[in-house]
């Protein structure tokens, strides 16, 4: 069953530091893994996109990773603000399809002062 | 951003209403779809379109239909709302399916039947 699974649910952090969140995904066959911010009340926006071949990449202070072999990736973000303070959620492609997008159901990063 | 607008943005509506919900685009994408976002769910596909009149299913389309007559508008059709349905609703646009193409979403459309 094509899934996508992300931790930790909810992460509280003090503003400045770093921190990391995971993707776990059981999509096959893989085509593309996006990480995308959603602040509350929005909609979802693009942070990045990686395909099969790329292991890692950066938007500013946010950086994400993939590993094909092991399905899994991270997005780290460095250097906290207080604007980070949003749902993060990681989107798993299939190869073909428009009906072919998984959600994972997202991490809560609450940045405090 | 990309151009989507949604309306309404906020709805309350009683069980057995019908009630449509708007998308328009600007970016002339040919793929537009719509979501809905439950707690506890990622984002879930109720349906979309590759082309204007060209919709299909997706994962949770019943009680929903859709119709898109022209290629800036989708819109989306509770025939008689429940108050399963009521969600938040986001409409989204792309220019193709393939690897690496980004998926633009709307603001959301809340929905709250009583």
């Known amino acids: 069953k094509n899934q996508v699974e992300q931790s930790p649910q909810s992460l509280i952090i003090l503003e400045g530091k770093n921190c990391t969140l995971q993707?776990?995904?059981?999509?096959?066959?893989?085509?593309?893994l996006r990480w995308y911010k959603q602040d509350t009340g929005r909609g979802p926006v693009s942070l990045t996109i990686m395909t099969f071949s790329e292991n890692t990449k950066s938007n500013g202070r946010y950086t994400a990773t993939l590993d094909a072999d092991t399905k899994q990736s991270s997005l780290h973000i460095t250097a906290s603000q207080l604007s980070d303070s949003a749902s993060y959620i990681c989107?798993?492609?299939?190869?073909?399809?428009?009906?072919?997008?998984?959600f994972g159901t997202g991490t809560r990063l609450t940045v405090i002062p | 951003d990309a151009g989507i607008t949604q309306s309404p943005r906020h709805k309350v509506t009683e069980t057995g209403t019908p009630v449509t919900l708007r998308c328009h685009q600007t970016e002339n994408h040919r793929y537009m779809y719509w979501y809905r976002q439950d707690p506890g769910h990622g984002l879930r596909l109720i349906h979309y379109s590759y082309g204007v009149k060209d919709t299909d299913k997706g994962e949770v389309s019943d009680g929903y239909s859709v119709s898109r007559s022209k290629t800036e508008d989708f819109l989306l059709t509770l025939e008689s709302a429940t108050s399963s349905q009521t969600s938040v609703y986001f409409c989204a646009i792309s220019e193709s399916v393939s690897g690496g193409n980004t998926i633009y979403f709307g603001e959301g459309s809340w929905l709250t039947v009583v």
């Open positions: 993707c776990n995904y059981t999509v096959s066959p893989f085509s593309n």
């Open positions: 989107v798993v492609s299939l190869q073909t399809g428009a009906n072919n997008l998984f």
